[in-house]
């Protein structure tokens, strides 16, 4: 091994000298080197080659340690306390790692238009990013931004357990409780792995893990009551719920009532993570198992063809093919569970060629989201609880 003395480590202006213990690509390029010295492992991070694609926010961060010390993180940071709102959240759909120029830095302080939600990966997003690169730099500003984001979920939290799609309060849909897109999953994730004290959120004091824990319980009481029965059978939830009677709601003029299959997996990913399930837990994750088996679609491909006379020169289509799937639906007719299809006409089809061909390329009709969750996700929790799957699909 050979000795190195390097500078621009952690510490901006603080040289290290020891010995090159390994040395690792980056994400986004360049490299890391380790050493080791005084019996401590140093953490340098080099800078990223010439020409190296910039980072870009998408919700999430390297997990390389690496990275998350660089100067680049940083950067990153920064923004994202720049764009944190009064409320501890933040607005969606935004490259919060883009460099802003003074002016721009000053219109983001000063804007009044942004609402803070937890669509699209918000919010959960920063609050992760900032977790985790507070714990490379030891940078305290980081983590109190992280702390006033979970402090933002705790507070938007319904009584009953769940969470609006924005917080402070939208009209419309926006109040419904939403698991659509994972929002709520992702939300009950972050605070999971707060009350667990799992990485990045090691920091996090008792009182906090406390109030985080508690969020939890309700919110799986709450995923408990939102289960849609049919016939008397626990069957899967819809992408969004009434936030008073818990009944599956519409939400966009294309999101229509109904059995959400993606949100379903995500919900049902997220009761696995249970140590310690209670019955009902048992009883609402085999009850979507069944479901999500008795719905599945084999021998059938979603694919993106080219279409030289529609807009963009594309279309997505349907095609039977014995070779392919497992499909899912996007979404299912409650009682029925046939696919259903709906345009911005708010007209209900059974077949996605039916809609128009804006809505056909621009949504995501179909998805195998379940493959992996019925393969190896659920037999793996069986062994672990030693629950079993009702014999009959659908069944009790």
Not at 74 to 99: C, F, H, I, V
Not at 274 to 292: G, K
Not at 325 to 345: H, K, Q, S, V
Request: aromatic share 8%.
């Amino acid at each position: 091994m050979k000795q190195l003395l390097a500078s621009g480590g952690p510490t901006p202006g603080v040289a290290a000298v020891g010995t090159v213990s390994s040395v690792r690509r980056r994400a986004g390029g360049g490299v890391a080197v380790v050493l080791r010295r005084l019996g401590m492992v140093l953490l340098l991070a080099a800078g990223a080659p010439a020409g190296a694609a910039p980072f870009v926010w998408k919700g999430s961060v390297p997990k390389d340690p690496a990275w998350t010390a660089s100067a680049e993180a940083r950067a990153l940071a920064e923004n994202l306390l720049l764009y944190q709102l009064p409320s501890g959240g933040w607005p969606k759909n935004t490259d919060m790692a883009r460099p802003l120029s003074a002016a721009e830095k000053t219109q983001v302080a000063q804007r009044t238009d942004a609402e803070a939600t937890i669509d699209n990966g918000a919010t959960t997003g920063e609050i992760r990013a900032l977790a985790a690169i507070h714990l490379a730099t030891g940078e305290t500003r980081f983590r109190a931004a992280a702390e006033k984001g979970i402090a933002y979920l705790l507070a938007a939290q319904y009584p009953n357990g769940g969470w609006p799609q924005y917080f402070p309060l939208r009209s419309g849909y926006y109040r419904r409780i939403t698991f659509n897109d994972q929002a709520m999953v992702r939300t009950l994730e972050v605070l999971d792995d707060v009350a667990a004290g799992r990485s990045p959120f090691g920091w996090t004091d008792p009182a906090l893990r406390a109030r985080a824990a508690d969020a939890v319980r309700r919110g799986v009481e709450c995923i408990l009551r939102c289960q849609i029965v049919t016939a008397g059978v626990r069957t899967a939830w819809g992408a969004q719920h009434d936030e008073v009677t818990f009944a599956p709601a519409v939400a966009r003029t294309f999101e229509p009532v109904s059995l959400a299959s993606a949100e379903s997996v995500g919900i049902v990913r997220f009761l696995l993570r249970d140590e310690h399930p209670t019955p009902e837990i048992v009883a609402a994750v085999n009850a979507a198992v069944a479901w999500l088996r008795a719905v599945r679609i084999d021998g059938a491909a979603w694919e993106t063809v080219d279409a030289p006379d529609l807009p963009k020169g594309r279309d997505r289509v349907f095609r039977r093919d014995p070779a392919a799937g497992p499909l899912w639906a996007r979404f299912y007719e409650i009682g029925t569970n046939r696919p259903i299809f709906i345009g911005r006409d708010r007209v209900i089809h059974y077949a996605v060629a039916e809609i128009e061909h804006e809505r056909r390329i621009g949504y995501a009709w179909y998805n195998d989201s379940a493959k992996s969750l019925l393969e190896r996700e659920f037999p793996r929790w069986q062994k672990r609880v030693k629950a079993a799957v009702p014999a009959k699909p659908g069944s009790r």
